[in-house]
């Protein structure tokens, strides 16, 4: 079947430490992978998106990397803050009808002062 | 721009009742996405339009649910007759061009069915 995995559990860390989340998906063939960012009570809003010929991407301190052998995604902060506290979505482009969107449960970040 | 447009932003109603979601797109976005966030399930694709005509209803989940798009500028999500396992917060998103892009989310309607 096909699936997109985020883990569930919420990440805790430190601030000034650098997060790592996790997307992994199953069954798809994802022409680019977007991830999100959603705060308690909104809608979630866009942060970067990557092509499946790129390794890498990166915007200030975001880092995303993209795996299509592994079929995974990580998304990283690095230098976390308080405020990148929020939960954040990996999405899947399928080159298929206009690029269909699919989304991750996304993971819970939560960076402690 | 004021962004994509929802109403109403909470909805409570009883269960068989039929409940209307509207969506305003932000001008000139020629694809409208519906999508519904519960825990469980998290943020699953219902539905999406281009150029108001649609594109994939695969994710519509049983015949309760419908959906129109009937000019650029408004959407409606209808579910008729609603039940309590159809709480959820709806989300609109629209994007601009056929390409992989950014969506553009609204605020969501959080529908509780009693």
């Known amino acids: 079947s096909q699936k997109i995995e985020q883990n569930s559990e919420a990440l805790n860390i430190q601030e000034g430490k650098t997060a790592t989340l996790t997307c992994n998906y199953t069954?798809?063939?994802?022409?680019?992978l977007q991830w999100y960012r959603q705060d308690p009570g909104r809608g979630p809003v866009f942060l970067l998106l990557?092509?499946?010929?790129?390794k890498e991407k990166r915007k200030e301190r975001l880092k995303v990397t993209f795996d299509t052998t592994l079929k995974q995604s990580l998304f990283h902060i690095t230098a976390s803050q308080p405020a990148d506290s929020a939960t954040y979505l990996c999405?899947?482009?399928?080159?298929?009808?206009?690029?269909?969107?699919?989304f991750g449960a996304g993971t819970r970040l939560f960076v402690k002062a | 721009d004021a962004g994509v447009i929802q109403s109403p932003r909470h909805e409570v109603t009883e269960m068989g009742q039929e409940v209307t979601l509207r969506c305003k797109p932000i001008s000139g976005h020629d694809y409208l996405f519906w999508y519904r966030q519960t825990m469980m399930r998290g943020l699953e694709l219902l539905i999406y339009f281009n150029n108001n005509v649609p594109i994939d209803d695969s994710g519509m989940p049983e015949d309760r649910f419908s959906a129109k798009m009937p000019n650029a500028s408004f959407s409606t999500l209808k579910i008729q007759p609603s039940e309590p396992r159809d709480s959820a917060v709806y989300f609109c998103?629209?994007?601009?061009?056929?390409?992989?892009?950014?969506?553009?989310f609204g605020e969501g309607s959080r529908l509780t069915v009693l």
């Open positions: 999405a899947l482009a399928l080159s298929t009808g206009g690029f269909k969107t699919i």
């Open positions: 990557i092509r499946e010929n790129e």
């Open positions: 069954n798809y063939s994802p022409a680019y």
């Open positions: 998103a629209s994007r601009s061009g056929p390409g992989p892009g950014e969506l553009f």
